[in-house]
């Protein structure tokens, strides 16, 4: 901006006051600001305060060493033959979880609108309450982890490929119905209401009225979440039917570099293949591709189905809904277990200045990496000139993102404990990194799917690329990197459970100690806790974005 | 766009009915079930390259197919609370737990029965390493290991005998109670990740399964110019064959002893039983009782480990 233009906008500020409203909208976005700024740093504080030291230069070889396994990965026959097979079981899993939350997804989503709810100007106040609880609900299952629902579910069907089915299904469903609920009040709401003046019924109109324009985002987000599900369903070792999880988890264990290179390997090929599918469906979205996409998919589903052996029928088989009711007798009525409130208290915070430090290093990682991994037409030149060079980098940053997301956070955690001491900081850093694995990717494609109209009109203009890429790209892409980084704050809550390892405490922690001597009782407080923790961020995460809106 | 979903609905009936007639699914965890007659489920979550036995579980279910009768099936499980958990539900009817994974089992499955223990779970031990730059001395006897005051100090997985509970036992012994560690105590994960964390200098000290820490100095695998071996601990018992007590229920009259026979005779001579030994690290099975246990019960309800 040049010195005149800033003259020209005091000026203008002079003539024409702002209007109040402007003005309040204006502060209180100053003030969370400041509030974000502020949780930064006391997360920072609370990090590095206490421990004298924090890093540690000579535990860089060990970190290292992991990264340079990658260049020599296991790969005899019989190891790959296992790394393959496992692949496919965890596809498998991944298919059928995703399947189970896209329904609970719809329905839940459509459950949870405020376009359902307050459809009729009659019973307003009836479908605020109703809009609230169901919403309030959905938090449950989305503040548990996958690997503790996986415990929970193997206590009721035993060694079932329905429990991983589940594991995955039920809290991906939960966030995926917020997410759908999100898209749906959202999406453009003319046919909607024009069809409930004619005198449709609701669930008609939503079908008529409000899917065909969201179609396009709720398919975008349902291969996003079905990329999430292979990771998922390689953290999630424990149903006893192996999988890239379960090989993952072994190796791990004894610290075989250079297998677990060959299982992450395989895991990226599985990612990008999902990204690939997402792609090609998004930007070709002819009814061709749509059907065709369909059928691979019911294909896919029906393969799974019987790879994996699953039966729906333990649902409402024999002593399943007994054994059910005994695993919640057990934790009935929940104890502190040694813990006073205060101390719950405490853990609450390190767990929330984790996610914090974690969520920051994400946000900006993530954004880093985005940009150039993301294809940008509207910069026009850079693929006529730099074709080669510029697909190389792109590549590249989108091959470091999907390694970033495919490490899973508890390998991060010992490699980032290599080099930190132990505490919040490398716990953080684990989950951070992660996370801006899988930040960047839904920031490039935020990116993507920019209107491009009027930066090629700059561009046309003569407007030199970075003014084009700061005054004209960053603004646009800023609500949804702020939207995507306040969701993914809300995952890093409950992944803090699986990066125990770190030592930092924790709620993480305390809930491991606790499942690890069946108490159950105490358990239960610790995910009430785990819970409320996430509904406060679900809050807080609402009151922000509206805002900076 | 109905008939398209018509058509799709058929397509997914179609492959849903040939796929249910295709027989045996590749990764059902309960694949054996649909067989007919019963199958004896069994489990394994060994302490030292679980990876070997993990992987190559087929022999040891083969085994015990051929000697035992029936058909016994073997699920992998890497999680220990997962193991305690399907063998109380009666998904896994034998199990080889560790040595608090056993006692943890039992409180929750009353009367089950102790089949027996490899000859080397009679004589377990646990060592105590530190970091070579840590002011840490190697000690002569438990009470020496007051010196692990005000230093970091990592246990093994938090479900570990050897990683965990015997380590504190011996701790609190020697007066070390957790808050007189420097920062609370770590919980690596595994025996590796404990050596590598001690000696990349994370944590001044911590404890591991004595055989792992043999098997990895032998091999080479432990840079000993960084981290040392400080104390070796007096011997106990840890892992064990569990077995459900309604075995002679399900299986018939018998069954539990037979089994019991079954484990115990696995020879070396024999050359599937010295595949097995060896994935178990082990020369023989031998029996074993529940006083063997009385030791390990103690710490656990001690440190809240068992209630």
Redesign the interface.
Do not use: F
């Given at each position: 901006m040049t010195a005149t233009q800033v003259e020209d906008g005091a000026a203008l500020e002079v003539r024409v006051p702002l209007p109040r409203k402007r003005i309040r909208h204006e502060h209180r976005r100053r003030r969370w600001l400041l509030v974000i700024v502020a949780a930064i740093v006391a997360s920072v504080v609370t990090a590095v305060s206490g421990a004298g030291d924090v890093m540690r230069v000579d535990g860089f070889g060990s970190f290292l060493e992991f990264f340079q396994a990658a260049l020599h990965p296991r790969a005899d026959a019989g190891f790959l033959g296992l790394t393959a097979t496992s692949a496919i079981t965890t596809l498998a899993y991944a298919v059928l979880g995703t399947l189970v939350s896209l329904v609970i997804g719809l329905v839940g989503g459509v459950l949870t609108s405020q376009t359902w709810w307050l459809a009729r100007p009659q019973g307003r106040r009836a479908g605020r309450v109703g809009w609230f609880v169901t919403r309030a609900v959905l938090v449950v299952p989305r503040a548990i982890h996958e690997v503790i629902w996986g415990l929970v579910l193997l206590a009721v069907f035993g060694l079932d490929p329905m429990v991983a089915v589940l594991a995955i299904g039920i809290p991906f469903g939960a966030v995926t119905a917020k997410v759908f609920s999100e898209l749906i009040d959202e999406a453009p709401h003319g046919p909607y209401t024009a069809l409930l003046a004619a005198g449709s019924g609701r669930l008609p109109a939503l079908v008529y009225g409000i899917f065909p324009g969201a179609l396009s985002d709720l398919l975008s987000y349902a291969f996003y979440r079905f990329e999430c599900a292979i990771r998922s369903a390689a953290i999630l070792g424990l149903v006893g039917a192996g999988g890239l999880g379960f090989q993952l988890a072994l190796s791990f264990q004894t610290l075989q570099y250079n297998e677990i290179w060959t299982l992450l390997y395989a895991l990226v090929v599985l990612s990008i293949a999902a990204d690939q599918w997402s792609s090609f469906v998004r930007t070709r979205r002819t009814t061709r591709v749509l059907g065709g996409s369909a059928v691979v998919a019911a294909v896919l589903a029906a393969f799974s189905w019987w790879w994996v052996g699953f039966d729906p029928s333990v649902l409402w088989q024999g002593n399943t809904w007994t054994l059910a009711g005994r695993v919640l007798a057990d934790a009935v009525p929940p104890t502190f277990g040694g813990q006073s409130p205060l101390d719950l208290l405490g853990l609450a915070g390190i767990t929330v200045s984790m996610s914090v430090i974690a969520i920051t290093v994400a946000f900006f990682g993530g954004a880093l990496l985005a940009f150039p991994s993301a294809r940008l037409p509207w910069l026009g030149l850079r693929r006529r000139s730099g074709g080669l060079l510029w697909t190389i980098r792109s590549g590249l940053c989108k091959l470091i993102l999907v390694l970033l997301r495919a490490i899973p956070p508890p390998v991060w955690a010992l490699l980032f404990l290599f080099v930190f001491y132990p505490g919040v900081l490398p716990g953080a850093l684990a989950l951070g990194v992660y996370t801006a694995g899988v930040l960047g990717r839904l920031m490039a494609e935020a990116a993507e799917n920019l209107d491009g109209r009027p930066l090629r009109a700059l561009r046309a203009h003569g407007t030199a690329e970075p003014l084009v890429f700061c005054y004209a790209v960053l603004p646009a892409v800023t609500p949804k990197f702020v939207a995507y980084g306040l969701y993914r704050w809300e995952v890093a809550i409950r992944e803090t459970v699986v990066v125990g390892v770190v030592g930092a405490g924790g709620l993480g922690l305390l809930l491991n100690q606790q499942l690890a001597s069946f108490d159950y009782a105490a358990s239960l407080t610790t995910v009430a806790a785990l819970i409320l923790l996430t509904l406060v961020v679900d809050l807080g995460s609402a009151a922000l974005r509206r805002a900076l809106r | 766009m109905r008939k398209?979903l018509v058509r799709?609905v058929a397509?997914?009936a179609a492959?849903?009915l040939?796929?249910?007639a295709?027989g045996?699914?590749?990764?059902?965890?309960?694949?054996g079930h649909d067989g007919g007659g019963a199958v004896l489920?069994i489990?394994a979550i060994p302490d030292q390259?679980?990876?070997l036995l993990?992987?190559l579980y087929g022999t040891v279910s083969d085994y015990l197919t051929k000697k035992l009768g029936v058909t016994v099936q073997y699920?992998?499980?890497?999680?220990?609370?997962?193991s305690?958990?399907?063998f109380?539900?009666?998904?896994?009817q034998m199990v080889f737990f560790g040595g608090l994974t056993g006692v943890?089992a039992r409180a929750?499955v009353p009367g089950s029965v102790l089949i027996a223990q490899r000859d080397i779970d009679a004589h377990f031990r646990s060592v105590f390493i530190a970091n070579a730059d840590s002011d840490l001395k190697p000690v002569t006897d438990v009470a020496g290991l007051a010196e692990l005051a005000g230093h970091?100090f990592?246990f093994g997985s938090?479900?570990s005998t050897s990683g965990r509970l015997m380590p504190q036992y011996f701790l609190m012994k020697a007066g070390v109670t957790m808050d007189k560690l420097s920062?609370?105590?770590?919980?690596?994960?595994?025996h590796?990740?404990t050596t590598?964390?001690v000696?990349?200098?994370?944590?001044q000290s911590g404890a591991l399964n004595a055989s792992v820490w043999d098997a990895r100095v032998k091999a080479g695998k432990i840079d000993l110019s960084k981290v040392k071996l400080i104390y070796r601990t007096p011997e106990f018992h840890d892992y064990h064959w569990l077995a459900r007590p309604d075995l002679d229920q399900r299986f018939g009259a018998g069954f539990t002893k037979k089994v019991t026979d079954a484990v115990l005779g696995i020879s070396a001579a024999d050359p599937q039983g010295k595949q097995i030994l060896d994935l178990f690290t082990a020369k023989a099975f031998v029996p074993t009782e529940a006083a063997n246990y009385g030791q390990i019960e103690e710490v656990a309800r001690a440190s809240?480990?068992?209630?």
């Open positions: - | 398209a799709l397509l997914v492959l849903l040939t796929v249910s295709c045996t699914s590749p990764a059902d965890p309960r694949s489920s489990s390259d679980p990876q993990q992987r699920v992998p499980v890497t999680d220990y609370t997962a305690v958990t399907a109380k539900r009666g998904d896994l943890q929750q970091s990592t938090e479900s920062g609370k105590p770590g919980y690596s994960g595994s590796d990740a590598k964390l000696a990349a200098g994370t944590y809240g480990l068992l209630r």
